[in-house]
């Protein structure tokens, strides 16, 4: 599975503090080798759908504080994780 991050994700990981982007990057290798289902069923991510303006999305717990807010496309066959934010929890 590919993992995509958006130009706005790319800057908020250059912000972020070192152990949020060595679990993000520990996430994102997850996804990539052992797929979308093995990493959901990690409890410490808590993987789980949004709601209202961010119907469709889904997110996972970096920290107490930070989130990575992704969408899963689709085109045929392959899958692709496109992540959308890497922030604060503010949603």
Same mark, same amino acid.
């Given at each position: 599975m590919e993992v995509q991050l958006s130009k706005a994700a790319r800057k908020q %990981?250059?912000? +972020?503090?070192? /152990?949020i982007v060595r679990k993000? #990057? %520990?996430?994102r290798? %997850? +996804? @990539?080798f052992e797929g979308l289902a093995a #990493? @959901? #069923?990690i409890p410490?991510? @808590?993987? /789980?759908p949004l709601h209202a303006d961010w119907r469709g999305h889904r997110a996972v717990r970096l920290?107490?504080?930070? @989130?990575?807010?992704?969408? =899963?496309h689709s085109a045929g066959s392959v899958e692709t994780v496109? =992540?959308?934010?890497?922030?604060k929890h503010d949603y």
């Open positions: %990981l250059a912000k +972020v503090p070192q /152990h993000f #990057a %520990l996430w290798d %997850l +996804v @990539r #990493a @959901r #069923a410490g991510f @808590r993987d /789980h920290s107490d504080a930070y @989130r990575a807010i992704y969408i =899963v496109y =992540v959308e934010e890497v922030n």
